[in-house]
T-cell receptor
C-alpha cells in the first residue's frame, strides 16, 4: 500500500458543485500539505497543517478549505468548484524534522466543467 | 526567499552520467539545498539534500560549490526511468514553517 493515498484519482465535476479530495497517510508524519499543479508548471501550496490543531493558508488558498480529521487524514474541499480549479492536486507529508524530505501522493486529477 | 535558477530542459543518453545544474546566488547560510524529481503522471519524489558538503545516496549525488552559490545533481548512469522534471529547492534550516516552494525545474529527457 502507498504511504500517502489520495482519493479519488480522477474526478470530473460541474461548476458550482462542492467536492472533497481526501488524503490519508501511513508514514506517521505530523505535517501534511495540499499542493496544486497546473499543466507545465511547478507545484503551488494551497494549505498546510503541522498537527491536528494547526491549519495554515498557503500561497493560493482562496476558494479552498481543509480539514485535518486526524493525524493521518487531511481533506481538501472546493466549496463551489469553478473551471479554473481544474488541475492536478497533490497531498504530501513530512515529519517535524523533515528527515527524508516530503512524501507525495500520486495525485488527484480534477476537471471542473 | 532565496531563488534557484535551472535550465528548462536537458538531454542525456542512456547509461551516461547526467549533471543537472542549479544556481542559487542569494542562498543564505542556513538554507539547505533540496532536490526532488517528478516522473510523468506521478507526484514529486525526494531525491537528496545537503547543506555544505557533497552528499551521496542510492539515487544520486549532490555536489555543492564551495561558495554554495551553485550545486549539481549527478545521476551516475542515466536510465530511461530517470526521465523526469528535476526541481532544485532551497529551504531554511532554522525556519520550521519554511515550505517547499517549487519552481519550473529541469525536464530531463533520456535517449536510448
Amino acid at each position: 500500500d502507498a504511504d500517502v493515498t489520495q482519493t479519488p484519482r480522477n474526478r470530473i465535476t460541474k461548476t458550482g458543485k462542492r467536492i472533497m479530495l481526501e488524503c490519508s497517510q501511513t508514514k506517521g508524519h505530523d505535517r501534511m500539505y495540499w499542493y496544486r499543479q497546473d499543466p507545465g508548471l511547478g507545484l503551488r501550496l494551497i494549505y498546510y497543517s503541522f498537527d491536528v490543531k494547526d491549519i495554515n493558508k498557503g500561497e493560493i488558498s482562496d476558494g479552498y478549505s481543509v480539514s485535518r480529521q486526524a493525524q493521518a487524514k487531511f481533506s481538501l474541499s472546493l466549496e463551489s468548484a469553478i473551471p479554473n480549479q481544474t488541475a492536478l492536486y497533490f497531498c504530501a507529508t513530512s515529519d517535524s524534522g523533515d528527515r527524508g524530505g516530503y512524501t507525495f501522493g500520486s495525485g488527484t486529477r480534477l476537471t471542473v466543467v | 526567499d532565496a531563488k534557484t535558477t535551472q535550465p528548462n530542459s536537458m538531454e542525456s543518453n542512456e547509461e551516461e552520467p547526467v549533471h543537472l545544474p542549479c544556481n542559487h546566488s542569494t542562498i543564505s547560510g542556513t538554507d539547505y539545498i533540496h532536490w526532488y524529481r517528478q516522473l510523468p503522471s506521478q507526484g514529486p519524489e525526494y531525491v537528496i539534500h545537503g547543506l555544505t558538503s557533497n552528499v551521496n545516496n542510492r539515487m544520486a549525488s549532490l555536489a555543492i560549490a564551495e561558495d554554495r552559490k551553485s550545486s549539481t545533481l549527478i545521476l551516475h548512469r542515466a536510465t530511461l526511468r530517470d526521465a523526469a522534471v528535476y526541481y532544485c529547492i532551497l529551504r531554511d534550516r532554522d525556519n520550521a514553517g519554511n515550505m517547499l516552494t517549487f519552481g519550473g525545474g529541469t525536464r530531463l529527457m533520456v535517449k536510448p
